[in-house]
């Protein structure tokens, strides 16, 4: 017994002199700087449970439900090579131009059952054939319904049936911080998710619009941090259920890849103008009719306003929607139709939603005090009707084997010409013969300008001779092709 107790009582003072001496040794070694104490990580268990694990976001949902109506767009255009181009070797010994094919790629969104497909202008701008391949690797030729060089926006059609597409989601309702997924093909990689957070609303100075032809770009992009290279755009930007919210278009970059920074076109405004390209084969855009600038503190200073946000009316369209209404030089508008406008940006994406003859409401501040007004907007003429697709001119003569086309200042501003006619299809014929190429505008025959088809036909048939003809292509190239009749 008395040997039972003193094991007992000698192993209890070897673990007090036990923890006496850890704590004296700990205790040195701390105060000495030589051991760093940790705290024990928590376990997290592996097992999947179909939900987030640490509060992560779950993106499988969303990529599931856009993966397969996104769609790849491959494009072919043909150009000219007019290096040691010469004209007079030409006339002399026949056509000698080489053409080579252009090929590019980007991303298209399906919106319906029944083969719209949504994309930027600048990925199908100039092509002479446009190929669809959705992601089950079926391919289409796909048709141009409309375009719009004032928002990037290209609608095109496939002839196929139920389809897979994408739901329209609310651009407007988005708010900074939130999660999306950008989905397309960068450098030709199919079917692309990338993932990251809206990091600003209403960006502007992103596009670059030719002024000097009319085109001012309408601008109010979704900024985002998810990784868009070249080959995404026209793709999609979609939220966490899966959503369209936005088209992915430009990239800020200094060598042409990714950087962090990336921007969208709103779904608010591509909504407006698909549902116009459907229904009328050109955009209704409307008009309010006022010049205007944002506010800065420096800005503000000089005009004594209190506050910074808003779009400033510094001058109005005479007779215009806001001038009709009561708008006022020195008014600060801040909302339409309830909807929030802190920029000139976010006034352009909210007028953009509409057409000509709408009317909204639209809140100014007047001498510190809130004033509705209603606005009837107008269309670019300053009228509320409808602005009709213009349909082309087009004369056919057999004998030159050609179908010529009347072609508006538009085309000519936008190919920087002053006149001309171009050739709308080509069935054999001399003009073929010496080389010339559908799409050729003819703008002078022997030196003389030509401005209608009737021009270019009197100028060609029943001719005998020698003749010149001088013109351009659509890529820019200019060309003369001399021939005999």
Not at 119 to 129: F, K, L, Q, R, S
């Amino acid at each position: 017994m008395k040997k039972l107790v003193s094991t007992v009582l000698v192993a209890a003072l070897g673990g007090v002199f036990a923890l006496v001496g850890t704590s004296f040794i700990t205790h040195q070694q701390t105060a000495g700087g030589a051991v760093t104490l940790t705290q024990k990580a928590p376990v997290v268990y592996t097992s999947y449970s179909g939900g987030n694990v640490g509060n992560n976001p779950d993106f499988t949902m969303s990529a599931e439900k856009s993966l397969n109506a996104v769609v790849h767009i491959r494009t072919t255009a043909s150009q000219n090579n007019n290096l040691n181009y010469n004209p007079f070797e030409q006339f002399l010994y026949g056509n000698s131009n080489r053409s080579y094919v252009l090929e590019g790629s980007g991303s298209g969104v399906i919106l319906s059952d029944d083969g719209y497909v949504v994309t930027n202008n600048h990925v199908v701008n100039g092509a002479d054939e446009i190929n669809v391949m959705l992601n089950d690797k079926r391919s289409y030729r796909a048709e141009v319904i409309g375009t719009d060089p004032s928002t990037d926006i290209a609608l095109l059609k496939i002839k196929e049936k139920d389809l897979p597409f994408i739901s329209y989601g609310n651009s407007d309702a988005l708010k900074v911080g939130e999660w999306v997924l950008a989905v397309g093909n960068p450098f030709n990689l199919n079917s692309t998710v990338t993932a990251g957070i809206i990091s600003a609303k209403g960006r502007s100075n992103v596009l670059e619009g030719d002024r000097s032809k009319g085109q001012f770009p309408i601008e109010s992009f979704i900024q985002t941090d998810a990784a868009v290279n070249p080959g995404n755009s026209g793709g999609a930007l979609v939220n966490t259920n899966g959503e369209l919210i936005g088209i992915n278009t430009a990239i800020m970059s200094n060598n042409g890849a990714y950087q962090g920074y990336s921007f969208a076109i709103p779904v608010s405004i591509v909504k407006k103008i698909v549902s116009d390209l459907i229904e009328f084969g050109t955009v209704q855009r409307a008009y309010i009719g006022v010049n205007i600038k944002d506010i800065d503190s420096k800005f503000a200073e000089q005009k004594h306003i209190k506050q910074l946000k808003g779009a400033y009316v510094e001058g109005l369209v005479s007779n215009g929607a806001a001038e009709s209404a009561g708008v006022k030089i020195g008014d600060i508008i801040t909302t339409v139709e309830n909807n929030k406008v802190t920029s000139v940006s976010e006034l352009q994406e909210q007028v953009s939603k509409y057409r000509p003859g709408n009317k909204v409401d639209v809140t100014v501040i007047r001498n510190e005090k809130e004033i509705t007004l209603s606005v009837t907007l107008t269309n670019v003429k300053n009228g509320i009707e409808v602005i009709k697709k213009e349909v082309p001119v087009l004369t056919s003569s057999s004998s030159l084997g050609a179908t010529f086309e009347e072609v508006n200042k538009d085309y000519l501003d936008k190919h920087s010409l002053e006149n001309g006619v171009k050739i709308a299809k080509l069935i054999g014929g001399k003009l073929a013969s010496v080389g010339m190429k559908e799409g050729f505008v003819i703008t002078s025959i022997n030196k003389k300008k030509v401005f209608t088809a009737t021009d270019v036909q009197q100028a060609l048939e029943n001719k005998k001779g020698n003749v010149l003809v001088e013109g351009a292509y659509p890529n820019g190239m200019i060309a003369s092709y001399g021939f005999g009749l």
